[in-house]
Structures are given as C-alpha cells and as structure tokens.
C-alpha cells in the first residue's frame, strides 16, 4: 500500500474569449462539483464521469492510502486570473508540504490552461511540485483530448493520459488509466523513459469525433499499440511510445526510447488509412462490366451535399477541361454553403 495523494485543477482556456476565470468561477458548482478541498473531495467527486472519480476507484480498489488534495474545475473561458490560478495551486502546494512523505501523486488536469502570468498552466503547476517532492516520486496527470501539451509538462510528469473519446465519455476511465498507470510505477518500480514529439499539423475539430474517421483509426492504432506493449516478449512494441492530438509520448519501458519512437508512431498514426491492403494495380475491367454511371443519371434526392461537395473537389482536381466545365452547375455556391453547415 502506497500513500498516494490525489487532486485536481482543471480549466480549458480560450484565449480569445472576452470572460476571464476568475476564483469565484472555480469555487461555484456547476454540472461539475465546486471547489473542494480534503477529505470532502472523496465523497464530492463520487459517482461523476470525471477523472478523478475513476481515480480514486481504481486506487482504492489497490488498496492504496488516498491523501486528498483540493479539487476544482471552471468553465471554458479567457485566461485564469493570477489571483485564482495562486489560490488553488498555493492549496495544491500547502496540501502537499503537509501530507509528506508521499509516494505518488494523481492529479486531474485538463492540459490546455493558460494563466495570465503564466502561458503554460499545468507545466507551472507541475514544475512546482516536482521541486517540492524531488525526482523520484511519480507524478501522474489525466488529460483532456484537447490538451495542449507542453515540453514542460512532459519534463516535470512522470505520465501523462488523454482521454480516447470524443465526445469525451471516457473521463473518469481515463482518470482509472492513470491510476493504474501510477499503481505499475510504484509496485514493478522499473526504470521510466519518456519522449516527446510534436507532430506538424491538427486534426481539424469538426473531423476529430472518435465515432468516424480518420480519428476513430487514430485510437484503435494507440489500443493495438499499447495491446502489443502488454504481450509477453512484447519487445517491439514495448519500446514502442504514441502519439496523436491529444495523447503525449509515454511509455514504461525496459529500455531508454528511441529518439525516434515518437517520430514512428506519429508517422504510424498519420499513414494508418493508408496501411489498409490496396491492389497496386487496377483490376482489369471485363468487356461486359458496365460504364460508370453519369452524374446526371443519379436522382437528385440521393445526391447529399456532402457527396456533390466532394464531388466537385474531386472535378476541380480533375485535369480534365469537361470536368472543370461541369463543375459550377453540379455544384453551385448555395449548395456548398450547405454542406459546410
Ligand atoms: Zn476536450
């Protein structure tokens, strides 16, 4: 049984919002508990599909000791005022120095928290408490899938978990992968690496739903990764990190990382449609195949505007003159504008 304490700070941050967060936002309840703090957060947070929920389940269910730190969540807005974002962290930090000896910290972040003196919220946050506790005890965060990470949070966590849904309906089993992830630091107590990559572009938000591709492909690459790091002589995959939008690079590994894992599975991540088996040739089309249709053949009801929409992208990259000609009235502007609803 290790003495684990547990907590949580969590705010989403637009900075181009016109409200900034400010403490009274933090300690109101909303659909989400208030400002809670101590043993009070145990009992709060009970039965919510919140990260720290499932936290405290599966740590329980080890039979950790939980020393509960303070909780609190604010609405999405503009920057968190300094005199909010030092009240919750200095209780964070008080609650801590308090608590020692600890052998392993749980927090619940959102990952995309920016303060107004700090542009960088949770990687401030964790660079604290890792001066405070030392190297060598773990320090384990869930986050959001919209979490912006940074070179400072990888540096001062010791593992970082996203949520794989979007909508996000796996918060608090998130918040148990995390505990879990932490119960394996502190009992198998095996060297930890880490590595970090920033790929080179988003997914845009209205593609990003874990329900449809290419996202949906996304996580069910990172599942059968981390499938093939829990297999006996998993080597391959063991040494094996991951990474998407939301998801940083972590691993326990038996080994240092490879400067280059992150660039892999980044790479393994983008080209996952691709991968799928493809003939590398056309197949020959019989003498009695039929023709294509014409598109003016096709009933007007059963062309949607998401299939005129790509239709014409695919005319307009057509180097086809008669192509680009029947472009305008099989796709006219209106109708465009349509899809884009
Ligand atoms: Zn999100």
Request: aromatic share 6%; charged share 25%.
């Amino acid at each position: 049984m290790a003495r684990i304490a547990v907590g949580g700070f969590q705010h989403e941050t637009n900075t181009f919002a016109p409200q900034r967060a400010t403490w009274a936002d933090f300690e109101r309840a909303d659909a989400w508990p208030g400002f809670v703090c101590g043993a009070e957060v145990i009992d709060a947070v009970q039965g919510y599909n919140i990260p720290i929920a499932g936290a405290v389940e599966a740590l329980r269910a080890r039979g950790h000791e939980l020393l509960p730190l303070c909780w609190c969540s604010a609405p999405p807005s503009a920057y968190v005022e300094r005199e909010a974002y030092e009240r919750v962290a200095g209780a964070i930090l008080d609650d801590l120095a308090v608590q020692a000896p600890i052998d392993g910290v749980y927090l619940d972040l959102h990952g995309a928290m920016v303060a107004e003196h700090y542009e960088d919220g949770e990687g401030e946050l964790l660079r604290r408490i890792r001066a405070l506790l030392g190297d060598t005890v773990p320090i384990v965060t869930s986050l959001d899938y919209h979490t912006n990470m940074t070179p400072e949070m990888v540096r001062h966590a010791s593992a970082m978990v996203g949520y794989r849904t979007d909508p996000h309906i796996d918060m608090a089993a998130t918040g148990g992968r995390a505990a879990l992830l932490l119960d394996r630091l502190l009992t198998e107590r095996r060297p930890l690496y880490k590595a970090y990559r920033q790929i080179d572009f988003l997914i845009p938000l209205v593609w990003q739903c874990t329900g449809a591709e290419p996202a949906r492909g996304i996580f069910a690459l990172i599942d059968e990764i981390e499938r093939g790091a829990n297999r006996p002589g998993g080597r391959r995959a063991v040494r094996t990190t991951r990474a998407s939008s939301a998801s940083p690079i972590r691993r326990v590994s038996r080994r240092p990382t490879s400067p280059n894992a992150g660039r892999r599975s980044s790479s393994m991540a983008m080209t996952a449609r691709r991968r799928r088996p493809r003939p590398t040739t056309s197949p020959p089309r019989s003498a009695s195949a039929k023709p294509p249709l014409p598109a003016s053949s096709i009933p007007p009801r059963r062309r949607s505007p998401r299939r005129c929409f790509w239709r014409a992208m695919r005319q307009g990259r057509s180097s086809s003159p008669t192509s680009r000609t029947t472009l305008a009235p099989a796709a006219p502007p209106t109708r465009l504008a349509s899809c884009a609803r």
